[in-house]
């Protein structure tokens, strides 16, 4: 496969200058049933420093749905929208490889209306199974590469994660695939919970990951039956303490955004201004213990 030049990648937090520590942030993917003013004022209350919109389909934020005014409410409310979700797939079939790149150009457009000055990055996973890595990696580059170049002539960062379950599950994967497009426009995502269930070390998958990653996503998890069930950050197994110490001497300053997984959402009981609330004061204690906020 041709490898594909684009421009040296230089990776910075997204974070001002002037602003230092980490920024916490929550999005409305785990308060589907609430409005976006609704759930970005809920946010805001809480106190987290920034908000994550969900673009994908049954989401309120999904685009379709955001008309001028509802675009104009988000740009001038005071929480700053941080990063954007979407649900990708780099092994999907040609027509929706196609509808991929063209909602990559969505979200570019709803991205500089809602935040001209700093608009948000866009986040995804890649899709596929551990089992198409050997034989599909190539044609993962090949249409990463395609996301990229959209991106880039959008004037769009986009942040991309390793998740369990999926073709690019491991840090080195990750670095793989950025490493063979090399865009200004891409960059990772540091997601512990991952790559515990999978057994491998914290200090190790951050040396590799977090020097290319623009973001850092923290939620727990454990194994059931061989099986991973995400949680709330501070609610399973995961060493916040070793694991924020160590941003902390690595200097890390940018945004931690908060994930509520799907697997909670989905739960009979399940509140979202519950967890979300339960979230900040989980993870907000430990970035301050360890002196990131």
């Known amino acids: 496969m041709r490898r594909r030049i684009f421009l040296p990648v230089f990776v910075t937090p997204l ?5 230092k520590g980490v920024r916490l942030s ?5 308060m589907q049933g609430l409005s976006v003013d609704r759930a970005l004022a809920l946010i805001a209350g809480i106190g987290y420093d920034g908000a994550e919109l969900c673009l994908m389909a049954g989401w309120p934020s999904e685009p379709g749905l955001l008309d001028a005014a509802a675009r104009q409410r988000i740009r001038e409310q005071r929480l700053p929208i941080a990063s954007l979700l ?6 999907a079939s040609d027509a929706e490889h196609s509808r991929t790149l ?3 150009r969505i979200a570019a457009d709803l991205a500089h209306v809602i935040s001209p000055k700093a608009p948000p990055i866009l986040q995804s996973v890649l899709g596929g199974t551990p089992a198409d890595w050997d034989s599909l990696q190539s044609k993962m580059a090949q249409r990463l590469g395609d996301w990229a170049k959209v991106a880039h002539e959008s004037r769009l960062k986009m942040v991309l994660k390793s998740h369990i379950g999926s073709a690019s599950d491991t840090p080195e994967k ?3 695939l950025l490493d063979q497009v090399r865009s200004p426009a891409l960059s990772a995502i540091y997601d512990f919970s991952h790559f515990q269930l999978l057994g491998l070390g914290l200090e190790a998958s951050l040396e590799t990951l977090l020097p290319r990653s623009s973001l850092v996503t923290v939620k727990d998890g454990r194994l059931v039956d061989g099986k991973p069930q995400f949680l709330l950050p501070g609610e399973g197994t995961v060493d916040y303490d070793k694991y924020f110490g160590v941003l902390k001497k690595k200097g890390y300053q940018g945004w931690m955004l908060v994930e509520i997984s799907r697997q909670l959402q989905v739960l009979s009981g399940y509140d979202a201004v519950d967890a979300a609330r339960k979230s900040y004061r989980n993870v907000a204690t430990l970035l301050r213990r360890a002196d990131l906020r």
């Open 86 to 91: 979407e649900n990708f797939n780099l092994l």
């Open 174 to 176: 990750l670095v793989w």
């Open 102 to 104: 063209n909602r990559i």
């Open 26 to 30: 929550l999005g409305n993917y785990g």
């Open 15 to 19: 974070v001002r200058a002037s602003q």
